[in-house]
């Protein structure tokens, strides 16, 4: 029996309602598979031994979960704990007429819920398929798969996209109009891209190692 379609919005709770700037929340599940999809690092904030601790680690997701992962001996990584998962892409400075206007044109998510250490074999191999496909697509199928060893020194957590607030802010600074607009100072954007660049290969590479296609092709292709 195939599980329920997820609603078209993101539910609203204590943790992910938007308090402050609303009107650059959003609540469309769509912009947060599109934030998540245009990335691959997320930081994972945990309390342990009583003080909190964020760490910054490569994620991959299906529809209904974000997998995460990282060493047996992480202590972020035990699981079954309440975490908060944050992404954000930085598109550009906003730059004002004021400095207290000026910010950060921005796309965040924040994901709460109790990260599950995934013990099942079958769900840790699909989990890291999409981990590594997530972040360089193609590559679980070229590269050779993780040996029984290698997945015993590895754990993955699965987290539910149930509960995430997501803020997007976009254009201009927002003094145009006001007093300020007088000074004759300049004001825009200054707009932040990433671009992959040509691929290094290792130096022990076999000469005329050739790069796979789905490597080369990324070159010269924005990222996130």
């Known amino acids: 029996m195939s599980p329920e379609p997820l609603p078209a919005a993101l539910p ?10 609303r ?18 690092v997320c930081h994972l904030g945990i309390v342990v031994e009583g003080r909190p601790l964020v760490v910054p ?10 997998y995460l992962h990282g060493s047996v001996a992480s202590r972020s990584l035990a699981g079954g704990t309440p975490v908060c998962v944050t992404v954000t892409h930085v598109d550009g400075l906003v730059l004002a007429r004021s400095v207290f206007e000026h910010g950060v044109n921005y796309r965040s998510a924040v994901i709460h819920g109790e990260a599950r250490k995934v013990t099942d074999p079958e769900e840790k191999l699909t989990g890291l398929r999409l981990l590594t496909d ?9 590269a050779r798969e993780p040996s029984r060893k290698e997945l015993a020194a590895t754990t ?28 004759g100072l300049w004001a825009g ?5 990433s671009v992959w660049g040509a691929p290094v290969p290792d130096p022990l590479l076999p000469p005329k190692t050739p790069v796979p296609p789905h490597i080369g092709r990324r070159e010269g292709t924005r990222h996130g």
């Open 189 to 193: 954007v200054l707009p932040l891209t």
């Open 23 to 40: 009107d650059q929340g959003s609540l469309h599940r769509a912009d947060l598979e599109a934030i998540l999809d245009a990335g691959f």
């Open 57 to 66: 680690t490569v994620y991959g997701r299906d529809e209904r979960q974000l």
């Open 156 to 183: 993955l957590l699965a987290l539910p996209l149930d509960e995430a607030s997501v803020k997007i802010r976009t254009g201009a600074p927002d003094d145009g109009d006001g007093p300020d607009a007088e000074l």
């Open 134 to 142: 997530h972040a360089a697509p193609g590559q679980w199928s070229y």
């Open 12 to 21: 609203q709770t204590e943790l992910t309602r938007h308090r402050r700037l």
